[in-house]
Nanobody, 115 residues
């Protein structure tokens, strides 16, 4: 069973930056697709960004040009660098590990963008 632990969330002012981290244990991290998702109050969970084992990335239109996903396979860690944050980025951010037929989710980390 894959275990994921997110960190790096917090309160930030509009225009600020945060870097989220997600450390994975217990599986073949380097072969998995890793992703960040978020869920705002009263809304469905949505995709933020994904990165494949070869480094190909995909972003939601709402975060393109502001967020960057990256991974360090030797550290079993995936990151989400978030710049130019907006109040509408406020949500719980979740890390996801996935391979064909299997996936795991972290517990989430709160990001609040407010002045």
């Amino acid at each position: 069973q894959v275990q994921l632990a997110e960190s790096g969330g917090g309160l930030v002012q509009p225009g600020g930056s945060l870097r989220l981290s997600c450390a994975a244990s217990g599986s073949i991290f380097r072969l998995a697709v890793m992703g960040w998702y978020r869920q705002a109050p009263g809304k469905q969970r949505e995709l933020v960004a994904t990165i494949t084992n070869s480094g190909s990335t995909n972003y939601a239109d709402s975060v393109k040009g502001r967020f960057t996903i990256s991974r360090e396979n030797l550290k079993n860690t995936v990151y989400l660098q978030m710049n130019s944050l907006k109040p509408e980025d406020t949500a719980v951010y979740y890390c996801r590990w996935s391979r064909p037929g299997d996936d795991s989710w972290g517990q989430g980390t709160q990001v609040t963008v407010s002045s």
